[in-house]
């Protein structure tokens, strides 16, 4: 018999690449979604992955725990809820019920109907907040800037009590920005790859961002789901920071981009004040050597390799879409 894997939230970049490895490694993974007819699957479609999708609210007791007797997964993952700091200014209430309640509401139903599940959890380095350039371990105080960050924080504080209290198996990955062909444009580095591709490929546009001066440790979303499956596959549950350790600015990363094109940026890129958020983190970088030595996993793809990566993707989908 085949575990079962339930990835809550499927369908986005980290569900799609975390259902390819786990298939890849036996388990029969099933997914969720809020909409399961209405909602996009292209990221599951692009890696030409199948999986059967339930419809569920993780805010439901009643729906969350009928489908934990149903499916008897011996691992959930909760990747479900708001994903975008930016919406969470325009959407807090809806960003907290999202992230925070479901995540109690799945945490009850394991604890009260299914105590032996492995419970993962995705956390956010936005939950530490500015690290005054320290880089962030699992122990490094909650201080959120953001709606979104808020939410995070609450629901790992949750997953912890729930360990410690109850004795789960629940854990929290804090992943730093991590990034893949299947990113939207809402997040920044796909707006920036896919304007610097068209432009290359003859586009007028000019591309209009928000403030430059952030820096982000930014990885590959493809090894970072890997991480993830090796919290569940530890002796003992324990937090992990999921980074890189290394860092660059926005305007480093715009840079790099249209010189992979053969492009100044300074000749295609705006700045645009309305596009900055009402309270920004500035710098975020955290420090890889506990997860490696817990978890022997470390990042092998980082900022000019991650660029060009990217930059080759948004060319090939380019490519496609004409
Ligand atoms: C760890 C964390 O990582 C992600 O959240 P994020 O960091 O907000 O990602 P992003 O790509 O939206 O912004 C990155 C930075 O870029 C700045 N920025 C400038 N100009 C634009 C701009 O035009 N668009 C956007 N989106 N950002 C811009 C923006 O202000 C911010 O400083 C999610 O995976 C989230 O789920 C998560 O947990």
């Given at each position: 018999?085949k575990?079962?894997?339930?990835?809550?939230g499927a369908?986005?970049?980290?569900?799609?690449?975390?259902?390819?490895?786990?298939?890849?490694?036996?388990?029969?993974?099933?997914?969720?979604?809020?909409?399961?007819?209405?909602?996009?699957?292209?990221?599951?479609?692009?890696l030409?992955?199948?999986?059967?999708?339930?419809?569920?609210?993780p805010?439901?007791?009643?729906?969350?725990?009928?489908?934990?007797?149903?499916?008897?997964?011996?691992?959930?993952f909760?990747?479900?809820?708001?994903?975008?700091?930016g919406?969470?200014?325009a959407?807090?209430?809806?960003?907290?019920?999202?992230?925070?309640?479901?995540?109690?509401?799945?945490?009850e139903?394991?604890?009260?109907?299914?105590?032996?599940?492995r419970?993962?959890?995705a956390?956010s380095?936005?939950?530490?907040?500015?690290?005054?350039?320290?880089?962030?371990?699992?122990?490094?105080?909650?201080?959120?800037?953001s709606?979104?960050?808020?939410?995070?924080?609450?629901?790992?504080?949750?997953?912890?009590?729930?360990?410690?209290?109850?004795?789960?198996?629940?854990?929290?990955?804090?992943?730093?920005?991590?990034?893949?062909?299947?990113?939207?444009?809402?997040?920044?580095?796909?707006?920036?790859?896919?304007?610097a591709?068209?432009?290359?490929?003859?586009?007028?546009?000019t591309?209009?961002?928000g403030?430059?001066?952030?820096?982000?440790?930014?990885?590959?979303?493809?090894?970072?789901?890997?991480?993830?499956?090796?919290?569940?596959?530890?002796?003992?549950?324990?937090?992990?920071?999921?980074?890189?350790?290394?860092?660059?600015?926005?305007?480093?990363?715009?840079?790099?981009?249209?010189?992979?094109?053969?492009?100044?940026?300074?000749?295609?890129?705006?700045?645009?004040?309305?596009?900055?958020?009402?309270n920004?983190?500035?710098?975020?970088?955290?420090?890889?050597?506990?997860?490696?030595?817990?978890?022997?996993?470390?990042?092998?793809?980082?900022?000019?390799?991650?660029?060009k990566?990217?930059?080759?993707?948004?060319t090939?989908?380019l490519?496609?879409?004409?």
């Amino acid at each position: 018999m085949k575990p079962v894997s339930l990835i809550i939230g499927a369908t986005g970049q980290d569900g799609a690449y975390l259902a390819r490895l786990l298939q890849a490694r036996g388990h029969d993974v099933h997914g969720t979604s809020r909409a399961p007819e209405t909602v996009s699957t292209s990221g599951l479609d692009t890696l030409g992955i199948t999986l059967p999708l339930h419809g569920l609210d993780p805010t439901s007791p009643t729906a969350v725990a009928a489908l934990l007797h149903h499916l008897g997964p011996a691992r959930v993952f909760n990747l479900g809820g708001q994903s975008s700091v930016g919406q969470s200014f325009a959407e807090p209430i809806a960003t907290l019920t999202s992230i925070v309640t479901a995540t109690a509401t799945l945490l009850e139903a394991i604890r009260t109907a299914a105590p032996a599940v492995r419970f993962y959890n995705a956390g956010s380095s936005e939950s530490f907040g500015d690290t005054g350039g320290v880089p962030a371990t699992a122990d490094t105080p909650f201080r959120p800037l953001s709606p979104y960050g808020v939410a995070k924080a609450s629901a790992a504080m949750l997953v912890r009590s729930y360990r410690e209290s109850y004795g789960l198996f629940a854990v929290t990955g804090h992943l730093f920005n991590h990034e893949s062909r299947l990113r939207p444009p809402r997040f920044v580095t796909a707006k920036i790859v896919h304007a610097a591709a068209r432009i290359a490929a003859g586009s007028k546009e000019t591309l209009s961002l928000g403030d430059l001066s952030i820096a982000r440790d930014w990885g590959w979303a493809p090894e970072y789901v890997d991480a993830m499956a090796r919290m569940l596959d530890q002796p003992e549950p324990a937090d992990h920071v999921v980074c890189t350790g290394t860092s660059m600015t926005l305007e480093a990363f715009v840079a790099y981009a249209f010189d992979h094109f053969g492009l100044d940026w300074r000749a295609h890129v705006t700045t645009d004040p309305t596009l900055a958020r009402p309270n920004e983190l500035r710098s975020s970088r955290g420090n890889p050597d506990p997860a490696a030595s817990a978890l022997n996993w470390r990042a092998t793809v980082h900022t000019q390799e991650l660029v060009k990566t990217l930059c080759e993707g948004a060319t090939a989908s380019l490519k496609t879409a004409s």
